[in-house]
């Protein structure tokens, strides 16, 4: 005959926990340790992450949208807040870049799906317009079509370029159609400083031109290409390509993908004449028709 004592286990991937076997024996339990990594922000749902890259774009963001700092346990400074549009109450998260240019809006971008994935970027600042008519001083171009015009093809003759389009997605356009469908094309603000309160701007759908280059030239041959491949390329950044690139190569993840908007206050020419005397206007302008855009977007 076999005594058998104690625990006897058959079978694979069994776990004993909190078990205590003969005279006075105790069993007793410990508090688990806390995670080493700490909870995000993106556990809750935020409707609209903001990139900015000049500071006079981030703080006309703050002030519209009325939002406060937040630093990370990382060591990242986002700015949060809630927004009520219609019956809705949004939760907004606005960043600043390290610098100008794609990369650095992609990096921006990676930081605010990782610590709070909201549901809508939207890339919100200044450009130069490159349509006489349509973007002027202090209007402002809202964009659902990009073209980053960098690539090319450089031959003993001459340099091809290879424009790659990309549009944001079709509830975005719908929205932005809606918009424009209740306020008219262009549609109109008076200017956000107290200068300007007086001033009328236009507001205008249109294709924002995207690459690496600060254009200060009126006869330069970017200027010329992107008007020649779209008609309705009314201004020129550095950072939406990257938005809409982000956006292409975040499909797949397995959630929801975000949209992508485009706002943009011109603030010079991109010619002889750029500098930054109309960067405040413009950035002030582009925060305002933001949060006109809000209940159609949201």
């Not at 000049?54 to 009325?66: A, G, P, Q, Y």
């Not at 219609?86 to 809006?105: E, W």
Request: aromatic fraction near 6%; proline fraction near 4%.
């Amino acid at each position: 005959m076999t005594i058998n004592k104690g625990i006897i286990s058959r079978g694979n991937n069994n776990t004993f926990s909190t078990i205590a076997i003969g005279e006075k024996a105790q069993a007793s339990t410990t508090t688990p340790l806390p995670s080493a990594e700490p909870a995000t922000e993106a556990d809750i749902p935020w409707d609209l992450g903001i990139v900015t890259i000049l500071s006079e774009e981030l703080r006309s963001v703050i002030d519209e949208l009325k939002l406060r700092r937040h630093k990370t346990p990382s060591g990242l400074y986002f700015y949060q807040g809630e927004h009520t549009v219609s019956d809705a109450t949004l939760r907004i998260v606005a960043t600043q870049t390290q610098s100008q240019g794609q990369r650095s809006t992609m990096a921006a971008l990676e930081n605010l799906r990782r610590h709070y994935n909201p549901r809508l970027w939207a890339l919100v600042g200044i450009a130069g317009g490159i349509h006489d008519d349509h973007a002027r001083i202090g209007n402002v171009i809202v964009s659902t079509d990009v073209v980053y015009y960098e690539n090319r093809k450089i031959n003993p003759q001459d340099t091809r370029r290879r424009g790659e389009h990309r549009q944001a997605p079709a509830h975005i356009v719908h929205a932005v159609n809606a918009y424009f469908t209740d306020h008219g094309t262009p549609a109109r603000i008076n200017g956000q400083m107290t200068a300007h309160a007086d001033d009328q701007y236009e507001i205008y759908p249109g294709v924002i031109g995207s690459g690496e280059a600060v254009i200060a030239d009126r006869a330069s041959d970017i200027r010329t290409y992107l008007t020649t491949y779209h008609e309705k390329a009314l201004a020129v950044d550095m950072e939406a390509g990257g938005l809409s690139q982000y956006w292409q190569e975040n499909s797949v993840h397995g959630t929801t993908n975000p949209g992508w908007i485009v706002i943009r206050g011109v603030s010079d020419n991109a010619d002889e004449h750029k500098g930054h005397s109309h960067h405040e206007l413009a950035a002030r302008n582009a925060a305002h028709v933001l949060s006109r855009l809000l209940p159609y977007l949201c």
